[in-house]
């Protein structure tokens, strides 16, 4: 698979979006814990659209940019509505609105109880097991606008904005597997670490 030039140490804004694609285990840059952007500039707008671009190829509903290759502290996603929508309090939205969301420099405050419920991940194919999360959080980020807003969000959004902050801190939805899953994705996640090499 080819390897993104970029370094690590390169400034926030040199960085060209056709280069970018999907990263998967055992790259290293998905162990890094992401840096903040700062101020949002063109390009970081032009990388968020060719991440949104990676993720509706892909097929996923949200994706971090360490998992394209840059360790910054942004995520973007699109969370459909759930048909079956939870009971979520008053003030907490479950999906998107069908509309995409570029969140950066996000900051989290987890609530509620933690629930358990089957995920993947782009950077992990054929890799499924059970993650417990809280079943609430609230987030302020900044958006691709410069400015800081505040989201609170519940269900499938708040497992999937809790799922891209961990991409920002380095750690992969196989460290939060209980002891079945990790026997039962061990093999996969050999396939995967053999084909890197």
């Given at each position: 698979?080819?390897?993104?030039?970029q370094s690590?140490?390169?400034?926030?804004?040199?960085?060209?979006?056709?280069?970018?694609?999907?990263?998967?285990?055992?790259?290293?840059?998905?162990?890094?814990?992401?840096?903040?952007?700062?101020?949002?500039?063109?390009?970081?707008?032009?990388?968020?659209?060719?991440?949104?671009?990676?993720?509706?190829?892909?097929?996923?509903?949200?994706?971090?940019?360490?998992?394209?290759?840059?360790?910054?502290?942004?995520?973007?996603?699109?969370?459909?509505?759930?048909?079956?929508?939870?009971?979520?309090?008053?003030?907490?939205?479950?999906?998107?609105?069908?509309?995409?969301?570029?969140?950066?420099?996000?900051?989290?405050?987890?609530?509620?109880?933690?629930?358990?419920?089957?995920?993947?991940?782009?950077?992990?194919?054929?890799?499924?097991?059970?993650?417990?999360?809280?079943?609430?959080?609230?987030?302020?980020?900044?958006?691709?606008?410069?400015?800081?807003?505040?989201?609170?969000?519940?269900?499938?959004?708040?497992?999937?904005?809790?799922?891209?902050?961990?991409?920002?801190?380095?750690?992969?939805?196989?460290?939060?597997?209980?002891?079945?899953?990790?026997?039962r994705t061990?093999?996969?996640?050999?396939?995967?670490?053999?084909?890197?090499?």
């Amino acid at each position: 698979m080819p390897q993104h030039a970029q370094s690590t140490s390169e400034p926030i804004g040199s960085i060209d979006p056709a280069g970018l694609h999907l990263r998967f285990h055992p790259d290293a840059v998905l162990r890094t814990k992401a840096r903040p952007v700062g101020e949002v500039t063109d390009n970081v707008r032009e990388v968020a659209q060719r991440m949104l671009q990676i993720m509706h190829e892909e097929e996923g509903i949200g994706l971090a940019a360490p998992q394209v290759g840059l360790p910054w502290r942004m995520f973007v996603c699109l969370v459909p509505e759930d048909p079956i929508p939870g009971a979520s309090p008053e003030g907490f939205q479950e999906d998107t609105a069908g509309q995409p969301l570029v969140c950066i420099d996000p900051d989290l405050t987890p609530g509620g109880a933690p629930d358990s419920f089957e995920e993947g991940c782009l950077s992990l194919p054929d890799i499924r097991g059970q993650i417990n999360r809280q079943i609430e959080v609230s987030m302020e980020a900044t958006g691709l606008d410069g400015n800081r807003f505040t989201i609170n969000a519940a269900g499938l959004l708040a497992r999937c904005i809790q799922h891209e902050v961990d991409h920002l801190n380095g750690v992969l939805i196989i460290d939060k597997f209980g002891q079945l899953d990790r026997l039962r994705t061990r093999s996969a996640l050999r396939r995967l670490e053999r084909k890197a090499r």
